[in-house]
């Protein structure tokens, strides 16, 4: 700082990061008290070099506070870490994207459990964080404190039909609680199917949060379970993660290795390779000059595929609607980043579960 202005940096050196953006518009300041604004007298101008300098530089000192602040917590407090970025979600990645991530540094999801799980994600040791009722897409924070405070006053729950009788929610959210696999471990039913078969059977008898003297005694038939990739489906579906650990692509393994495709991390420095990934972002800037930027996801590791001008004109409603790519390219690999300018693509489909390996 000592190419800047001293009556500068005497004034502004120690602002406040919550200040910081007052420093840049200095004109005038707000005052609340008296209803109107204060001009701010400035040794130089704000449109010096000097000062425009200066403000470049707390910039850089902020982003680089919170950018070493969240290194360190990574590190040394993973979990927690995770939990904080999933709860405030910030930046463009989805939650299925950060708990990828997370496995690779040692940190994975425990399931959502309508015993254990609260409002917000929570570590629950210094390498599992618990999914919260709230990532239950339609159930409001309001109705998941009615259930923790009903779980507090009345004892934890012994399956979907005591929680039916004591907690009034609506038919559309408690399906989707047991799809989200909510009582997975909770009563004598051993899979969804067979808990989203009782929950249908009471329901039909009374209306929820009202106990009845006399109810139908549930006796599911012999239903089979979920295969591991209809649960991925359903998790994601109604929650937006899986707790599992199981990607999209598993289920498409052997085929991508039929048709030589490789995945990103595998991917070498300049070499002309096919990759297949899960759509997790999607960039079209009007300053790139007609360019579009996928980033493609399998598990933990990610490429982005830059589409010419060419290829988004011959394909354009392909991309506008597929979930996955099978892409061909030439690859860019720097560390673990990996670029690879699109040749050829194709959509991966995804639908069909259970014929994906045929």
Same mark, same amino acid.
């Given at each position: 700082m000592?190419?800047?202005?001293?009556?500068?940096?005497?004034?502004?050196?120690?602002v406040?990061?919550?200040?910081?953006?007052?420093?840049?518009?200095?004109?005038?300041?707000?005052?609340?008290?008296?209803?109107?604004?204060?001009?701010?007298?400035?040794?130089?101008? *704000?449109?010096?070099?000097?000062?425009? !300098?200066?403000?470049? /530089?707390?910039?850089? *000192?902020?982003?680089?506070?919170?950018?070493?602040?969240?290194?360190?917590?990574r590190?040394?407090?993973?979990?927690?870490?995770?939990a904080?970025?999933?709860?405030?979600?910030?930046?463009m990645?989805?939650?299925?994207t950060?708990?990828?991530?997370a496995? !690779?540094?040692?940190?994975?999801?425990a399931?959502m459990?309508?015993? /254990?799980?609260?409002?917000?994600?929570?570590?629950?040791?210094?390498?599992?964080?618990?999914a919260?009722?709230?990532?239950?897409d339609?159930?409001?924070?309001?109705a998941?404190?009615?259930?923790?405070?009903? !779980?507090?006053?009345?004892?934890?729950?012994?399956?979907?039909?005591?929680?039916?009788?004591?907690?009034?929610?609506?038919?559309?959210?408690?399906?989707?609680?047991? &799809?989200?696999?909510?009582?997975?471990?909770?009563?004598?039913?051993p899979? !969804?199917?067979?808990?989203?078969?009782?929950?249908?059977?009471?329901? *039909?008898?009374? &209306?929820?949060?009202?106990?009845?003297l006399?109810?139908?005694?549930?006796?599911?038939?012999?239903?089979?379970?979920?295969?591991?990739?209809?649960?991925?489906?359903l998790?994601?579906?109604?929650?937006g993660?899986?707790?599992?650990?199981? *990607?999209?692509?598993?289920?498409?393994?052997t085929r991508? /290795?039929d048709v030589?495709? &490789?995945?990103?991390?595998?991917?070498?420095?300049? @070499?002309q390779?096919w990759t297949?990934?899960?759509?997790?972002?999607r960039? &079209?800037?009007?300053?790139?000059?007609?360019?579009?930027?996928y980033?493609? @996801? #399998?598990?933990?590791? /990610?490429?982005?595929?830059?589409?010419s001008? #060419?290829?988004? @004109?011959?394909?354009?409603?392909?991309?506008?609607?597929?979930?996955?790519?099978?892409?061909?390219?030439e690859?860019?690999v720097?560390?673990?980043?990996?670029?690879?300018?699109?040749?050829?693509?194709?959509?991966?489909?995804l639908?069909?579960?259970?014929?994906?390996?045929?």
């Amino acid at each position: 700082m000592a190419d800047l202005n001293p009556a500068l940096v005497k004034q502004f050196l120690h602002v406040p990061l919550a200040e910081g953006e007052a420093v840049r518009e200095p004109q005038s300041v707000a005052d609340d008290a008296q209803g109107k604004t204060v001009a701010v007298g400035l040794p130089v101008s *704000h449109r010096s070099p000097p000062y425009r !300098r200066l403000v470049a /530089r707390t910039h850089a *000192h902020a982003f680089a506070q919170h950018a070493s602040a969240s290194a360190w917590m990574r590190q040394h407090h993973p979990a927690a870490f995770l939990a904080g970025v999933l709860a405030e979600a910030p930046g463009m990645w989805p939650a299925s994207t950060l708990g990828h991530e997370a496995r !690779r540094w040692g940190v994975k999801l425990a399931p959502m459990c309508i015993n /254990r799980s609260g409002i917000s994600y929570r570590a629950e040791s210094a390498q599992v964080v618990r999914a919260p009722l709230t990532a239950v897409d339609g159930l409001s924070p309001d109705a998941a404190r009615g259930i923790v405070q009903e !779980r507090l006053t009345g004892g934890k729950f012994v399956g979907v039909e005591d929680f039916y009788d004591r907690v009034d929610l609506s038919r559309d959210t408690l399906e989707t609680l047991v &799809k989200a696999g909510a009582f997975d471990v909770q009563g004598p039913r051993p899979n !969804r199917l067979q808990v989203f078969y009782a929950l249908q059977t009471v329901a *039909h008898a009374r &209306k929820p949060g009202t106990r009845a003297l006399l109810g139908p005694q549930v006796q599911a038939p012999d239903l089979p379970d979920l295969c591991a990739d209809e649960t991925l489906w359903l998790d994601l579906e109604t929650k937006g993660v899986s707790e599992s650990g199981r *990607h999209p692509l598993d289920a498409h393994r052997t085929r991508l /290795r039929d048709v030589g495709c &490789k995945p990103p991390e595998a991917l070498r420095h300049g @070499e002309q390779a096919w990759t297949a990934g899960l759509i997790v972002a999607r960039q &079209k800037p009007p300053t790139a000059g007609g360019f579009a930027f996928y980033v493609l @996801e #399998d598990g933990a590791s /990610r490429a982005q595929a830059v589409i010419s001008p #060419d290829l988004w @004109e011959a394909h354009r409603v392909l991309l506008r609607d597929a979930q996955a790519l099978i892409v061909c390219g030439e690859a860019t690999v720097r560390g673990r980043a990996v670029t690879l300018r699109v040749l050829r693509l194709s959509e991966l489909p995804l639908s069909h579960v259970r014929q994906a390996a045929d």
